[in-house]
């Protein structure tokens, strides 16, 4: 009796804290769109601007001077584009359909920003690929190859008692 009555209590606060959150999301939109229409941009133009990211187009950043490139693999990247950002490198990322690698393209004076975001990233990479398996997924692949013998053996034990 009691507990019907806190978890009613209980949803009708979730509910209410959902409405405001909901109401919260809409006002925000609002404001969004009416500052992008403010500076009579496209929607989809102003929401770009206001990325977090220093991702740019390979065009615009030629038409700024010197670029220099790196070719990286494909899990190399998202941690580049990481330290990229963190230090404030404008880049742009092309994948090379032949070969299957990236090219990460920036402007040639951030260069020192882009060796030491590189230096970052490579670290952060090897720290993930030298980590350990958890103990969870050890014990699951354990279970696997024992139920996987323990079925065997049952299924032989069991056609050679109705053999007999």
Not at 3 to 21: G, L, R, T
Not at 55 to 81: A, F, P, T, W, Y
Request: proline share 1%; charged share 40%; aromatic share 6%.
């Amino acid at each position: 009796m009691v507990n019907d009555e806190v978890n009613n209590k209980a949803i009708n606060i979730e509910i209410k804290v959902a409405q405001y959150s909901a109401k919260a999301i809409l006002k925000a939109m609002k404001k969004i769109i009416e500052d992008a229409a403010e500076k009579s941009q496209p929607f989809a133009d102003y929401l770009s601007e206001k990325r977090k990211t220093n991702s740019r187009k390979l065009k615009d950043m030629v038409k700024k001077g010197q670029l220099e490139n790196i070719d990286l693999q494909e899990g190399e990247v998202k941690e580049l584009k990481n330290q990229l950002n963190r230090y404030g490198v404008n880049f742009s990322v092309m994948k090379n359909k032949e070969s299957g690698l990236y090219s990460v393209f920036f402007q040639a004076k951030d260069t020192k920003a882009v060796d030491l975001a590189f230096k970052k990233a490579i670290e952060r990479y090897e720290k993930k690929e030298n980590r350990r398996d958890s103990t969870r997924d050890i014990l699951n692949k354990f279970k696997e190859r024992v139920k996987n013998t323990v079925v065997k053996n049952k299924v032989k034990e069991k056609h050679h008692q109705q053999e007999r």
